[in-house]
T-cell receptor, first 109, second 112 residues
Framework: GQQLNQSPQSMFIQEGEDVSMNCTSS?????WLWYKQDPGEGPVLLIA?????ELTSNGRLTAQFGITRKDSFLNISASIPSDVGIYFC?????????FGAGTILRVKS | SAVISQKPSRDICQRGTSLTIQCQVD?????MFWYRQQPGQSLTLIAT???????TYESGFVIDKFPISRPNLTFSTLTVSNMSPEDSSIYLCSVRWGDGYTFGSGTRLTVV
């Protein structure tokens, strides 16, 4: 079946730092989505990408749909403590979503 | 986007029993999905539930274990049957809304 490789698996952030994560796929996707999940909650959509090469921003978040349609990245600029959580990429080859394993963002102490 | 209410939010159940999870959407939607999220893991699709037809199950999931109802365009239920500790997970419903997908807050199930 289709698989998404999401990296890094986890990372520590210090307030003010920029953060980057990415996903790659063995298959072509029509849509890439990035979600954030806080403890005890369902995933919340951050950014949706619909075209190869598309670069989209949502506040401090920027995501791109790779030209090959097999990858996407998410950048968070000037991180703040509330950015802590789990970030998932998801690809949509048809009507269903395929999720990456997630990137856990923790605060560096 | 659509707003999803999922009940119960959490439950602790005895092994061998069944639990039915409800998902109510504030708008009519064609496609509803049920996911499982095992502890510390990502989301895995269990099945797609469309109104008026039988649910379509993903590999590794069967109707006898996870029966689904979809009586109308705003409601669905997922039952976890004959539970064992391995069924301890978060179960989430999701709907397709335009080109995006919205999720409920999940049901945290612990089987003892």
């Amino acid at each position: 079946g289709q698989q998404l490789n999401q990296s890094p698996q986890s990372m520590f952030i210090q307030e003010g730092e920029d953060v980057s994560m990415n996903c790659t796929s063995s298959s072509i996707f029509n849509t890439w989505l990035w979600y954030k999940q806080d403890p005890g909650e369902g995933p919340v959509l951050l950014i949706a990408l619909y075209k190869a090469g598309e670069l989209t921003s949502n506040g401090r978040l920027t995501a791109q749909f790779g030209i090959t349609r097999k990858d996407s990245f998410l950048n968070i600029s000037a991180s703040i403590p509330s950015d802590v959580g789990i970030y998932f990429c998801a690809g949509r080859p048809g009507d269903k979503l395929v999720f990456g394993a997630g990137t856990i963002l923790r605060v560096k102490s | 986007s659509a707003v999803i209410s999922q009940k119960p939010s959490r439950d602790i159940c005895q092994r061998g029993t069944s639990l039915t999870i409800q998902c109510q959407v504030d708008s009519q939607v064609t496609m509803m999905f049920w996911y499982r999220q095992q502890p510390g893991q990502s989301l895995t699709l269990i099945a797609t539930a469309n109104q008026g037809s039988e649910a379509t199950y993903e590999s590794g999931f069967v109707i006898d274990k996870f029966p689904i109802s979809r009586p109308n365009l705003t409601f669905s239920t997922l039952t976890v049957s004959n539970m064992s500790p391995e069924d301890s997970s978060i179960y989430l419903c999701s709907v397709r809304w335009g080109d995006g997908y919205t999720f409920g807050s999940g049901t945290r199930l612990t089987v003892v």
